[in-house]
């Protein structure tokens, strides 16, 4: 019998998944290490890393603890890494706050953890070439403020719409060195972030009974999204934004 061609298999790569501690960032390392990836975690909480390291396939994984908002944290980081062939940037915060509210310094907070620190941990693994040629970027985005402006999601939404643009700028200028970048815009979807925020339970079943699928997604219903852009069944794909949102957006 002879083998079977896998497109979407991740065999012999090594990905670099931030964010890994918990929701779609943990789903996602979890989905590369089934699909044969080596997988490299990182995120600030020990305990719930490591809850995430045990939940890996294969013996060749690592993890590291660091918060990538903290120069010298994130600049360790990428030194001790080595050569990867994909990476998954999936760290994220969110905040709900009126536009007449949102001060400078609320716009710094989110904005340090979902824009700079994104684009800052790219820019130096790419720089210092950590990246080998045909590795995939994938950088977890959301439809807030890229595909739905809600009331009150003015730093939330921006600090996402900030990063699509940089999807693009990413992707035309590495794609000499034949590094794809793109990126997810995902609806809600079940994660401890959104029960930690505003909103009361009510008001979300209300939020779900908007999607034409009639459900929030689930963490997996992304990871499996990024594990097809890490691929090489996706070898012909950059600077694009995939939304996986149930419907919503749809027009």
Known sequence: MG?????????????LVTG??????KETAISCSKMGASVIVTARNQERLQETFNALEGDDNKQFIADLTNQEELEKLVNQVGKIDGLVLCAGRSRSLPVLFSTREKFDEIYNVN????????RL?????CLQPNSSIVILISIGGTGRWTPGNAI????KAALKSMVNYFAVELAPKRIRINGICPGMVETPLIHHGTLTQEQLDEDKDKYPLKRY????DVANGVVYLLSEASS?????????????TAK
Not at 125 to 129: D, E, P, R, W
């Open 125 to 129: 693994l790419a720089k210092k070439k």
């Open 217 to 220: 997604g689930q963490p997996i």
């Open 3 to 15: 083998i079977t061609y896998n497109p979407f298999s991740l065999e012999g790569k090594t990905i």
């Open 236 to 248: 012909w794909i950059t600077g694009q934004s995939i939304v996986i949102d149930g419907g919503l």
């Open 156 to 159: 939330y939404g921006s600090s």
């Open 115 to 122: 824009f700079f620190s994104p684009v800052e941990t790219l």
């Open 20 to 25: 890994a501690s918990s929701g779609i960032g």
